[in-house]
């Protein structure tokens, strides 16, 4: 069976997390870890070592009768029977926790069992509504230790592309290799594939007979800084801008089971395999095996498909539940662009954007928008040429007699009112009274104490002339943390006020993320995916927030400005 020696040392990994989440004897953790090591190192693919001369492994540094006997069953049966025990011991997701400093084996057993934490997203959850202070053992100062640590592994992320800005190479490339000779197919897998707000690297993948073309296409475009890596079927470039792409070339027979496994997650596709292990097979990127037989692999379809499931979107593929809603064919209908409406946040020349309200409306006009909200920034935002209450009635004169002319488009009246720091607005309620649209942003004072952060949010959430929560936790990726609050409070407060919380398509705010946008979903708050354009291009971005609403799960009617013109002004008005 084949099995890069990458996925051998996979598989020595997770015994050696598992094996320590069961306290088992430390020398026997290391000697997995150990020929992880070297079996990831090995030059040679060790499952044909396997087969053609086993007794070899033996003479590999550090693995002994039993490790070598453990590669040849992984490579004859396509798994470990230990392995196989010790997940039916212990829960998924488990493992990953222990990666976080000062969080052990009886921590992270801890977390499952009192809080069903099993993963890393749903440890911030917690942590940031207090949760975990309250577990014997946990307390405030573990709680501030660990969010720090998640904070600092999301700061990590700064080496990141923004996924909008990667999208330039990652389109430019893909054309280019559909265009090479021999080429069948050609896909953006990875991180960037699920809508992934920002891209650790690229990952391309090309269904070819013969990958030469197509490697030569790749390793000499012009955007091309250096070559890292080049080989027959695989290479890996690094680009001008520092944005590194691995190119995969499959045959075509093997392209569904490749897309799957190159477009992941991880996490997916080790909760998938787990599945086909259950069934006695074997998946990985070149198909779904049974025995030595290939049994699914041309399509990703048909590979769901041999487990029994539906086609799963990309954007959901996080091991989320995605996996247990395909299985009871309970997937959502994932919103898409073209359930939008209109755009409810953008900005004219009349605050810090670069066209006049003229210009914005006949670019939504365009785009077949049925209303377009222009919300300047309120005095606060001096840098952005905030206005006061005589300027925002002047606008509101000058949109009336720009609406009697559009025929398709209805510009709405509405503002970005700043959040002081006590919680108060930046208009006077008389002017706030007279939009349509509302959305409280606030823009200064991000480091308040989470107490007095969340009291602030909650009171600004609360006034009864508020409508839309805008760019919710103020991050700017790679540049500034999301702001910390007691999050759920704040969600709380939106919901009972029926107040929507706000997408910013922004693509370096993307705010609110995925997972902050699912937990808001399921406390019953409504969605706005807003552009917060501030020319008439970008009133585009609103298909980076359309992404990020997908991976939370968001479906039409979660989101507000899916809505007729009617209905979204009697559901504002209300
Ligand atoms: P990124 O690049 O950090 O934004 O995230 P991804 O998801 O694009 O990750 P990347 O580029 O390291 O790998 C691309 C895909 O390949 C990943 O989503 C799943 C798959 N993959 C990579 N490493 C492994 C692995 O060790 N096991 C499994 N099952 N899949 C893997
Ligand atoms: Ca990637
Ligand atoms: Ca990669
Ligand atoms: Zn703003």
Redesign the pocket.
């Given at each position: 069976m084949a099995m890069t020696n990458?996925?051998i040392a996979?598989r020595f990994l997770e015994i050696a997390d598992l094996l320590e989440i069961e306290d088992a004897n430390p020398f026997r953790v290391r000697a997995y870890r150990n020929a992880a090591r070297v079996v990831g190192e090995h030059p040679e693919r060790l499952d044909q070592v396997a087969r053609s001369d086993p007794e070899s492994l033996k003479e590999l540094p550090g693995i002994g009768d039993d490790l070598a006997a453990k590669i040849v069953e992984l490579v004859r049966t396509g798994r470990l029977e230990m392995l196989h025990e010790l997940e039916k011991r212990t829960p998924p997701g488990v493992a990953e926790l222990m990666r976080l400093p000062g969080i052990g084996p009886s921590k992270a057993r801890a977390l499952h069992d009192a809080l069903g934490i099993t993963s890393l997203a749903a440890l911030r959850r917690a942590l940031e509504l207090g949760h975990v202070r309250e577990l014997p053992g946990f307390g405030e100062r573990t709680e501030a230790r660990l969010l720090a640590a998640l904070v600092a592994r999301e700061a990590e992320g700064e080496r990141?592309a923004l996924r909008a800005v990667a999208a330039v190479p990652a389109e430019a490339i893909a054309d280019a290799l559909r265009a090479a000779p021999g080429v069948e197919a050609c896909d953006i897998?990875?991180?960037?594939r699920?809508g992934?707000d920002?891209?650790?690297?690229l990952?391309i993948l090309v269904a070819a007979g013969d990958g030469e073309a197509a490697i030569e296409t790749f390793c000499s475009l012009p955007d091309v800084r250096s070559v890292l890596a080049r080989g027959g079927t695989k290479a890996t470039v690094r680009l001008a801008t520092g944005l590194q792409v691995?190119l995969r070339v499959v045959p075509p027979d093997s392209y569904g089971a490749a897309l799957l496994?190159?477009?992941?997650?991880?996490a997916h596709?080790?909760a998938l395999?787990r599945q086909a292990q259950r069934r006695g097979l074997l998946l990985n990127e070149y198909g779904l095996h049974r025995e030595k037989k290939r049994i699914a692999g041309r399509t990703e379809e048909e590979v769901y498909r041999a487990f029994g499931l539906p086609w799963i979107p990309p954007e959901l593929r996080e091991n989320a539940g995605e996996l247990e809603a395909a299985a009871k064919h309970a997937l959502p209908r994932l919103l898409e662009l073209a359930d939008i409406r209109g755009d409810l946040q953008a900005h004219s020349t009349d605050s810090d954007g670069r066209d006049d309200l003229a210009a914005m409306a006949a670019a939504a006009e365009a785009l077949g928008y049925e209303y377009l909200a222009m919300t300047d920034h309120s005095p606060a935002v001096r840098v952005a040429g905030g206005m006061d209450a005589a300027g925002f009635r002047a606008q509101a004169r000058r949109i009336d007699r720009l609406n009697a002319k559009l025929r398709k488009l209805r510009v709405l009246k509405g503002a970005e009112v700043d959040i002081r720091a006590d919680g108060s607005l930046d208009l006077d309620d008389a002017t706030l009274a007279r939009l349509d649209v509302v959305i409280a942003t606030f823009h200064s004072r991000f480091t308040l104490p989470p107490r007095e952060q969340t009291r602030r949010l909650v009171r600004a959430v609360s006034h009864p002339r508020v409508n839309i929560f805008g760019h919710p936790t103020g991050r700017l990726i790679g540049r500034r943390p999301p702001s910390a609050y007691d999050f759920g409070a704040v969600v709380k407060a939106c919901a009972e006020h029926g107040v929507a919380m706000e997408i910013d398509g922004q693509p370096e705010r993307m705010d609110l993320d995925d997972q902050l946008a699912r937990l808001a979903l399921q406390a019953g708050v409504k969605l706005v995916i807003s552009s917060d354009a501030h020319s008439t291009v970008e009133l585009g971005f609103m298909r980076w927030g359309v992404s990020q609403a997908r991976r939370a799960w968001a479906v039409k009617k979660d989101v507000l400005n899916t809505l007729p013109l009617e209905r979204l002004l009697r559901a504002l008005a209300r």
């Open positions: 990458e996925e996979q990141r897998a990875g991180s960037f699920r992934r920002t891209v650790g690297d990952d691995d496994y190159f477009t992941g997650s991880k596709n080790i395999r």
